[in-house]
């Protein structure tokens, strides 16, 4: 198994950065990917970026441009770098990770609110 812990959120204005980190432990070895995800109040959660040593980074559209997705893999954490933040991205964000033969965990999440 996997533990998954946020952080970094917190209250920023309009045009402001943040950067968002997830530590996992536990069985680290088999993890094929990262995520995060978000979900903003009343909305579904959505994908927002990924990385995987295999395929690299990959983003949705609304993060391209503007968040930045790493990975120090000796301290099993990844990073989301979050620039030119807007309001619509205020939501809580949540870490995902990939194991292999395992299946996806997650963290509890870490709120995010931009101010206009």
């Known amino acids: 198994q996997v533990q998954v812990v946020e952080s970094g959120g917190g209250l920023v204005q309009a045009g402001g950065s943040l950067r968002l980190s997830c530590e996992a432990s536990g069985d680290t070895i088999r993890i094929n990917a990262m995520y995060w995800h978000r979900q903003a109040p009343g909305k579904q959660r959505e994908w927002v970026a990924r990385?995987?040593?295999?395929?690299?980074?990959i983003y949705a559209d609304s993060a391209k441009g503007r968040f930045s997705i790493s990975r120090d893999y000796a301290k099993n954490t990844v990073y989301l770098q979050m620039n030119s933040l807007k309001p619509e991205d205020t939501a809580v964000y949540y870490c995902?990770?990939?194991?292999?033969?395992?299946?996806?965990?997650w963290g509890q999440g870490t709120q995010v609110t931009v101010s206009s």
């Open positions: 990385i995987s040593s295999s395929s690299g980074t």
């Open positions: 995902g990770v990939d194991v292999s033969s395992s299946g996806m965990y």
